[in-house]
């Protein structure tokens, strides 16, 4: 009989409950391909894997679907809390959902309130751990996925010496080092959990929620080959950089898969036409569908840029804005997607004052309108200062819309200049312009762009490759048994 290995798998956010970035994508989408992994992929195994995500107020509104499982007390200084668990199932799979008085009160996913998202995040890392225990399922690993999930590892390791505990191994797949959850000394102390006592972890970092899961963790996982790399060097390490230097060996890059049949050009309702790689006439229905929607002069021929995504100062929005006054003298149109930096967001709105029959944002979330873009844009741009993985080239890339993205971290390891995108090193205006240039030659020529968008299509971003790697990571981690 095949061997179980379990899985608890911890995020802050999860298609297609609560989504606010990557996270979401990938926390919705690889505990599925996980568990549909063959045993003859994964050397013999079967993977139970169980996502826990908390009971985030915009998940409460329709929460009617949700199954009461179980309520325990959480200890805190003063006072215990009351962790109530609910559970739907999705795909076939059990889905954990933990709420209890810190989400109560809370009105977003993230708030802007460091002390509320740690008082947070802490009660449903300790929740999400003692579930397991009170479920009687013992968790062969626990996976965490960034600064909101990385105590459940700190706390997995302070009790090894609980028998429940003694042979769960701890994961974190690292989506973005710079969000380490800040200083949270006081509501550690406050949940029982003391910093850590090691001198590999410079001071500041022994009370800080990522870098304690890092060290607690058996093995650390950043979402791309590249990013693995990026993270030893100083630029890149957010001052952690020797210290993961030391763990280089628990570290492994795997690269983030898509979700293939929610972003599928040939099934997907929020397009005005669907197409394929070797009939790609619909795209041109969805750029005239999304001119018109966005208020731009409806112009198959013009090229039409897009960006979709967190307007952020990591994203290289800025030099987007210094690049394009640049480019006035050729034809182009460009809409953005996004939310973000107020201050950013302002720039986006004079750069669309200035240029109103070319440039049109809508700063806000809208998944059916994202859909549209990466089935009308002709092109995506990237140029991000550092991203980990990063989705929205790979779904671009789907979608026959050409990615114009800098070198760095999964951009770097997805796409291929001169084949499937095209691709700069340098993070300044000048670079991301040449590239463009490079794009907007391309694209005068319909027959060489054709090539680009039905290569970019024929990648396959699926998650069974990196799904395997990480079941097979799980099992190294797994003590023999028998
Ligand atoms: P990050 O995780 O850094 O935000 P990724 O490229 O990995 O960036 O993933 C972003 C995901 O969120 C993609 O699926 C993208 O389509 C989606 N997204 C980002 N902003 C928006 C928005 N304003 N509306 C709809 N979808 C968005």
Not at 267 to 284: C, M, T, V, Y
Not at 368 to 380: E, F, P, Q, T, V
Not at 400 to 420: F, H, M, N, S, Y
Request: aromatic fraction near 8%; charged fraction near 20%; glycine fraction near 8%.
């Amino acid at each position: 009989m095949a061997e179980t290995i379990n899985v608890l798998f911890l995020a802050s956010e999860a298609e297609p409950f609560v989504k606010v970035g990557g996270l979401a994508d990938v926390a919705g989408s690889l505990p599925a391909a996980l568990r549909n992994l063959s045993p003859k992929m994964t050397g013999g195994t079967l993977l139970d894997v169980r996502l826990v995500i908390p009971l985030h107020r915009v998940i409460q509104s329709e929460s009617s679907t949700l199954l009461p499982v179980i309520e325990f007390p959480v200890y805190r200084r003063g006072g215990n809390l009351i962790a109530q668990v609910f559970e739907r199932s999705l795909d076939g799979a059990p889905v954990y959902f933990v709420t209890g008085l810190p989400f109560l009160t809370a009105t977003s996913v993230y708030s802007s309130d460091s002390r509320q998202d740690l008082e947070k995040f802490t009660f449903f890392s300790l929740a999400a751990l003692e579930l397991t225990r009170r479920m009687g399922w013992r968790p062969d690993i626990v996976h965490a996925n960034d600064w909101h999930t990385a105590l459940s590892l700190y706390a997995l390791r302070s009790r090894r010496g609980d028998a429940f505990f003694a042979h769960s191994a701890g994961l974190i797949t690292l989506h973005n080092l710079p969000f380490m959850g800040g200083e949270a000394g006081e509501t550690l102390a406050s949940y029982g959990l003391t910093p850590v006592n090691d001198e590999t972890l410079p001071r500041w970092a022994r009370t800080q929620p990522l870098p304690m899961g890092l060290w607690a963790a058996d093995a650390i996982v950043p979402v791309s080959e590249t990013y693995a790399r990026e993270i030893l060097t100083p630029e890149f390490g957010c001052g952690l950089q020797d210290f993961l230097r030391a763990r280089a060996d628990s570290i492994t890059g795997i690269l983030n898969g898509l979700d293939v049949r929610a972003w599928d050009p040939q099934n997907d309702k929020h397009l005005a036409a669907i197409f394929n790689a070797d009939d790609l006439g619909g795209r041109l229905e969805n750029k005239l569908a999304l001119q018109k929607k966005m208020g731009l002069p409806a112009d198959a021929r013009v090229p039409l840029l897009a960006v979709v995504g967190r307007v952020d100062e990591q994203k290289g929005l800025d030099l987007i804005l210094h690049a394009l006054p640049r480019l006035a003298d050729r034809p182009w149109q460009f809409v953005l997607l996004g939310t973000g930096d107020p201050k950013l967001e302002a720039a986006i709105r004079s750069l669309q004052a200035r240029y109103p029959e070319r440039v049109q944002a809508v700063l806000r979330y809208d998944s059916a309108l994202s859909h549209l873009i990466y089935g009308g844009a002709d092109m995506l741009l990237m140029p991000s200062r550092y991203e980990p993985c990063g989705l929205a080239q790979m779904i671009a890339m789907r979608y026959g819309c050409i990615p114009v993205v800098r070198a760095t971290g999964g951009l770097k390891d997805t796409v291929q200049e001169g084949k499937t995108g095209f691709v700069f090193t340098r993070p300044d205006v000048d670079s991301l312009l040449e590239a463009i240039q490079r794009a907007l030659s391309v694209y005068a020529s319909a027959e060489k762009w054709r090539r680009f968008q039905r290569n970019a299509m024929k990648q396959d971003f699926s998650w069974t490759r990196s799904a395997r790697q990480y079941a097979l990571l799980y099992r190294s981690l797994v003590p023999e048994t028998g």
